[in-house]
């Protein structure tokens, strides 16, 4: 699996929009690009996955770049509530089981 | 819908002595996995299991065993508790490659 760095930290004022970047310049071409938030202690919750083609859900948005060496996940109205830690994982699809391999993440908080 | 549960919530382990944490998940799900988060760390990958009666091994695997007998339930036995398996344990579950992992609340266990 590609490896992935994120920054430690990001601030962002509650109502706009957050977006956190994530590098992943040794991704191979069937590798999904995944993101996950874990707030507080709690078990962490999957956001969002794409593999070249930019993604949208209810909960955010993903901006993967052309060469797919990095991407972007966009919360377009941050809430205090999606204070977090957010994680960037690389995946491959033909392993034959299903392993994500957590970094450390981007601790993410909004600020009233 | 219950989706990943784990039990116990919280446990106290003295050195030595050896205890399963249960994880059953009701959404008929083939994939399922263990992980660890130590503070202030990602999760790491402890077992996995790509269907009944199919385990194998992740990045920290010494120390704790896994069967699989059912879909549904997926087990993990430490056999002889050390203060270095001090933690937090998630169990998380997905259907297939390439979808979202949905995780348990977490079992957290101190080793005194």
């Known amino acids: 699996d590609a490896k992935t760095t994120q920054p430690t930290s990001m601030d962002c004022a509650e109502g706009r929009a957050a977006n956190l970047p994530c590098n992943h310049s040794t991704i191979s071409g069937n590798e999904y690009v995944y993101w996950y938030r874990q707030i507080h202690s709690q078990g962490p919750q999957y956001i969002i996955h794409g593999l070249k083609n930019n993604e949208t859900n209810e909960m955010a948005s993903l901006i993967i770049t052309e060469d797919r060496k990095s991407s972007t996940l966009i919360l377009p109205h941050a809430t205090l509530r999606d204070t977090a830690v957010y994680y960037c994982?690389?995946?491959?699809?033909?392993?034959?089981?299903?392993?994500?391999?957590f970094g450390q993440g981007t601790r993410l908080t909004i600020n009233p | 819908n219950a989706g990943v549960t784990q039990t116990p919530k919280f446990q106290v382990l003295k050195t030595g002595q050896s205890m399963t944490l249960q994880c059953a998940q009701d959404m008929n799900h083939e994939y399922m996995s263990w992980y660890r988060q130590d503070p202030g760390m990602g999760l790491r990958l402890i077992h996995y299991?790509?269907?009944?009666?199919?385990?194998d091994q992740g990045e920290v695997p010494n120390g704790y065993n896994v069967s699989r007998s059912t879909t549904e339930d997926f087990p993990l036995r430490l056999l002889s508790a050390a203060p270095s398996q001090t933690s937090v344990y998630f169990c998380a579950s997905s259907p297939d490659l390439g979808t979202e992992a949905f995780f348990g609340q977490g079992t957290r266990l101190t080793v005194v």
């Open positions: 994982i690389v995946r491959g699809t033909i392993q034959g089981a299903q392993k994500l391999v």
């Open positions: 299991s790509v269907g009944a009666g199919i385990t």
